[in-house]
């Protein structure tokens, strides 16, 4: 079993920057691919980002590309979503996901751990 725990959203205005945490209740965090998901209201919950145990290959939605850098630090037992040049349609909750596997995971359907979330709002 894996608890995850999502921080660092926010209010923010358009161009604006923001920096998702996500803890990982496990030691064995590297046995993991990790994965950014977003749900707005009305909205099907939506990959983002996603990394590899090593953290050396990573995943983004077109949305995102450019924008948006996924990243973790197995030491800490963390993920990371770094966002900048934040929109507007960028407003959602977002989730963190994991799944012991050792490939990129783009699927929702398949991770099976996710963390609560947290909101993002991204002002005009």
């Known amino acids: 079993q894996v608890h995850l725990v999502e921080s660092g959203g926010g209010l923010v205005q358009a161009g604006g920057s923001l920096r998702l945490s996500c803890a990982a209740s496990t030691r064995t965090f590297s046995s993991y691919v990790m994965g950014w998901f977003r749900q707005a209201p009305g909205r099907e919950r939506e990959f983002v980002a996603a990394?590899?145990?090593?953290?050396?290959?990573?995943d983004y939605a077109d949305s995102v590309k450019g924008r948006f850098t996924i990243s973790r630090d197995n030491a800490k037992n963390t993920l990371y979503l770094q966002m900048n040049s934040l929109k507007p349609e960028d407003t959602a909750v977002y989730y963190c996901?994991?799944?012991?596997?050792?490939?990129?995971?783009?699927?929702?359907?398949?991770?099976?751990?996710w963390g609560q979330g947290t909101q993002v709002t991204v002002s005009s």
């Open positions: 990394v590899i145990w090593t953290g050396g290959s990573t």
């Open positions: 996901a994991a799944r012991r596997n050792m490939d990129i995971l783009t699927m929702r359907t398949l991770y099976d751990y």
